[in-house]
């Protein structure tokens, strides 16, 4: 059996106004455990990692002393200051990708899945997406058997691994480079249309070449990825929403080859378009 305790900085602290509190152990009292959690964290990651230096340094030092580590959703932010995960791989809530490839451009980063696992280092998605990875930890702990009875008990579908379903595709817009963010509008009110990006970069007055390089800077994606993502979001959209058939909203987003659509829809979601809309939409049993 586990002896679950919490660790922090402060052994009394009241949070949202005194509503609850918390008492944690002292951690510069801990000096050695099995596995050590750590939870998602508040969205300014930069200030956080600035002012818990202490703590990062102690995580690593809890792995050097045999600790395996696991991460829940952002709690990755602070995992991946420790340098363990270099060169490594890593999940964490897909809405925090952008800020995490940008602090952290040496771990490999995979959005869609919902656990990674190095060496004694376990990392996993977004929000609830928690609970399998405490699934995950049981079945290492203690056998299958156990961890298919919390399944049941709590409810868990044991048997998920992708946050793709889940995933929403921002725009990038925020990126400051004004002939991009044409493109990208060009790109989203033209969807049904055939697009020649040799065309739109010759509008733009820019060579191909030129736009694709600042299209990628930009966006983190190919003239054609960015295509292909926006219209994915729109199908699910239309998908979760609407009565439309599958090939309706095929053609709507400018495809006309039944299996491509498919196959893309598939590969960006981890689903095909009718078990997506049986998931997201209550009329989801049209064909």
Request: glycine share 6%; charged share 25%.
């Amino acid at each position: 059996m586990f002896e679950i305790r919490m660790a922090g900085f402060e052994t009394d602290l009241k949070l949202n106004a005194g509503f609850f509190s918390i008492h944690p152990v002292n951690i510069r009292e801990v000096r050695k455990t099995d596995l050590l959690i750590i939870p998602s964290l508040a969205h300014d990651y930069d200030n956080i990692l600035k002012d818990n230096k202490e703590l990062i340094a102690w995580i690593r030092e809890q792995y050097e002393r045999g600790s395996e580590l696991a991460s829940i959703c952002t709690g990755a932010f602070l995992l991946a200051a420790t340098g363990l995960l270099d060169g490594k791989s890593c999940s964490t809530h897909w809405n925090a990708a952008a800020g995490f490839t940008r602090l952290f451009p040496n771990i490999k980063l995979h959005i869609d899945k919902l656990l990674t696992v190095e060496k004694g280092i376990y990392t996993n998605g977004g929000a609830y997406s928690f609970l399998n990875l405490i699934l995950f930890l049981i079945e290492k702990y203690f056998d299958r058997q156990t961890a298919i009875f919390c399944s049941k008990i709590f409810q868990i579908d044991i048997e998920r691994d992708s946050q793709s379903p889940f995933r929403i595709f921002q725009t990038q817009k925020t990126h400051g480079d004004d002939l991009i963010c044409k493109a990208q509008t060009y790109i989203e009110e033209n969807l049904s249309q055939r697009i020649s990006f040799e065309d739109l970069a010759s509008k733009l007055a820019t060579s191909r070449r030129n736009f694709d390089r600042r299209f990628i800077k930009a966006t983190g994606n190919t003239p054609v990825e960015y295509l292909q993502r926006v219209k994915v979001e729109v199908a699910k959209s239309t998908l979760e929403r609407g009565r439309k058939s599958v090939f309706e909203v095929m053609n709507e987003v400018g495809y006309s080859d039944d299996k491509a659509f498919r196959e893309l829809f598939k590969k960006m979601t981890g689903l095909t378009p009718l078990d997506y809309r049986a998931k997201f939409n209550k009329d989801g049993l049209l064909t």
